[in-house]
């Protein structure tokens, strides 16, 4: 999605009035065209490249900066369980995002969260 903003900037001296446009344009990462190959045998360094860049732009590389979190326990805080849930979810994302990017037969060799 594409958002278009324009602005109305006045300035005026004694005898003139200068009006200014500012155009503000929003974009939509995944709008962007830096095409992910799928993955193959001679890829692999452009296709890793591509998709980390991806995964940062849909905001879904929190697993791949972070620890995994320890697993939950009775014993875990609101925030402990917030963030392993976080997580979680954020790794689902990543792995189904990798598995669209990559030829079938590989794709059956990747463990799929649960």
């Known amino acids: ?5 324009i602005y109305l900037l006045s300035n005026c001296d004694d005898k003139h009035v200068f009006f200014n446009y500012v155009v503000s344009k929003s974009v939509n990462f995944s709008d962007i065209k830096c095409g992910i190959p799928k993955l193959k045998d001679d890829n692999y ?3 890793k490249e591509r998709v980390l860049l991806h995964l940062g732009w849909m905001d879904i590389d929190y697993t791949i900066r972070k620890e995994k979190p320890l697993a939950i326990t009775e014993t875990n805080t609101l925030v402990a369980v917030d963030l392993y849930e976080k997580w979680d979810r954020y790794n689902r994302l990543s792995v189904t995002f990798i598995k669209t990017n990559i030829f079938v037969c590989i794709r059956g060799s990747i463990v799929q969260p649960l």
């Open 45 to 47: 360094k452009v296709w």
């Open 1 to 5: 999605m594409v958002k278009h903003d």
